[in-house]
């Protein structure tokens, strides 16, 4: 199991945390400008770098090329976010090397040579930042990397250079979304130095009411205050969120409760379902777990729905190229199949009273 | 006298630059190529609050234009030594090509931190230190951002903005003016399970990679380079004590 079929900290909103750190080698020119055979050198430095980091001994990193990849298994890394979907495009010398608790993956040759991204569920993000900066505290004792005192690290897009620190929460605001205050507050998180997007990042929309935000601001400010900030900003957020699904439920409790029970029947009836009507009903089905209407089904089985619903993990289940009314009919028997297998049948006790 | 640009039509503008510590240059232009170039002709008298409204035309003369381009001590401006990047491209593309190029092009990309960031200058932890509890730092006042740095000075056309650009800085720093004793706890996660689709995938890409290392061995041996074929066939022994 992975950490992101767990449930952590203010799971009812906060469904996963990251810290991404970027840094760059020294003496080379940015992957944009790179020719191969330079990607492929810094590639096996890194590499090496990696597999000698203390607490490796049995191999603690799974290193993967994307020249020798399949396009399906590249595809479904970025459904699981432990690839971007830009160093999914492949090519020769662009690698990862991902935890076998899949927790931490290090891009290698993506925008900048190294990019460490720590992930965990919940909303912890001091620890998945402790964990990142102890992975690049030790690669830059081991090779040298790209700093000026005056710039701090230096990235290929002046945008990360600085701390080279991004910051991000995936959340899920169904009752901000459905009251339609999303815009404003996309509006006025930007004006305060952050980011919101939909649920794949970058040039993604929102699916499934699921939304990354992310600190904007790199340099001119220290990693503990770039957490500060952004962790205060997520907990007004939540609060915000929380109420607001307290008062949509309260003014109409019958309407809610038809919402999420049909939802739930139509995942565990239908025959055929797209991956975005599949990210809406699973989004239905976690408002209502969060607000206690379930004892059979709980936040870790939405999870895992959410992490194997996409087009390529039904591909990856089925191991065949499918069509894409072959993979709704796919998609539809994961969902069923998951939802009976995982049911708890004596009570959970816990979020039940919320 | 001739446009310095277009070399055909009367310069009739006079362009003043000056940087600071620096002997003011003069360049003459006519109308035409003036405007082309982004600079606003006024029509009627305006009082432009900025100082040296015009320190910021010597990114458009050195980058765009490549006015200064013969000079060779002016030359890093507009081309990093290194990798060979012109400040245009980046303006363009919003990459830099290198590490040197943040030394190379520092003076054109302050302003643009100074409005984009929070500052131009790094206050996080050092390259090879320890992660830092206090957060208290501040940048000295030589490096704090000017007002020019700060305000109006449009980089992305070559002209200039005199309007203030909406400063976000002010709300957020009373955020980060307060001060922060996280503690952070220890890095153990929860659940360390190792992943078996992770490990399945881990077995498929050493299957490909162990393919390759063959067809390379064969390639090497074809080509008599014995010293790789022995270096390869020692890695695919490795690669398979790792279990296919």
Known sequence: MSWYLSRGKDWD?????????????????????????????????????????????????????????????????????????????????????????????????EEDHIRIQVMDAGFTLEKVYKKAEEIAIALEK?????????????????TNTGTGMRASVMVHLPALTMLGRMQPLIEGLSQAGFTVRGYLGEHSQANGNIYQMSNQITLGITEANILLSFKRMVEEVIMLERKLRKELFDSNPDKIRDRVFRAYGELQYARMMTDIEAMKKISDLRLGISLGFFKEQTEETVAKLAAYIGSASVQKDSGELLSVKQQEVKRADIIRRMLIENAVHEDPQEGSTR | MKCQRCKERDANVQIMQQEAGKKPQTFMLCDVCAREMGISIPTFPV????????????????????????????????RCDQCGLTFDEFRKSGFLGCPNCYEAFGSQLDPVFCRTQMGKKHLGRNLGSKIKSSPKKRADDNEKCSLEERFGLDLSTGGMNVEPVNQT????????????????????????????????????????LIQEKKAELSEAIENEDYLLAAKLRDEITELKKMGV
């Open chain 1, 13 to 109: 909103v906060v469904l996963s945390s990251r810290v991404r750190l970027a840094r760059d080698i020294d003496g080379y020119s940015f992957p944009h400008r790179m020719t191969e055979d330079k990607k492929v050198e810094v590639r096996d430095k890194v590499i090496q770098a990696i597999t000698s980091l203390s607490g490796n001994e049995r191999g603690e990193y799974v290193t993967l090329n994307m020249d020798l990849l399949p396009e399906a298994d590249r595809k479904a890394l970025v459904e699981k976010h432990l690839i971007s979907e830009d160093l999914a495009k492949g090519g020769l010398g662009r690698s990862v090397c991902i935890s076998r608790d899949e927790s931490v993956s290090i891009l290698i040759n």
């Open chain 1, 142 to 158: 081991s090779m040298p990397i790209a700093y000026s005192d005056q710039y701090g690290f230096l990235t290929a897009c002046p």
């Open chain 2, 47 to 78: 009082s432009v609050k900025i100082n040296n409204p015009f320190a910021v035309m010597g990114n458009a003369f050195q980058t765009t234009f490549g006015i200064g381009a013969d000079d060779p001590a002016r030359r890093h401006l507009y």
């Open chain 2, 169 to 208: 800085e002010s709300s957020s720093q009373e955020i980060f003016s307060q001060t922060a004793q996280e503690s952070v706890t220890p890095g153990i996660f929860s659940n360390p399970v190792d992943s078996e689709e992770l490990e399945a995938l881990e077995k498929q890409h050493r299957g490909v």
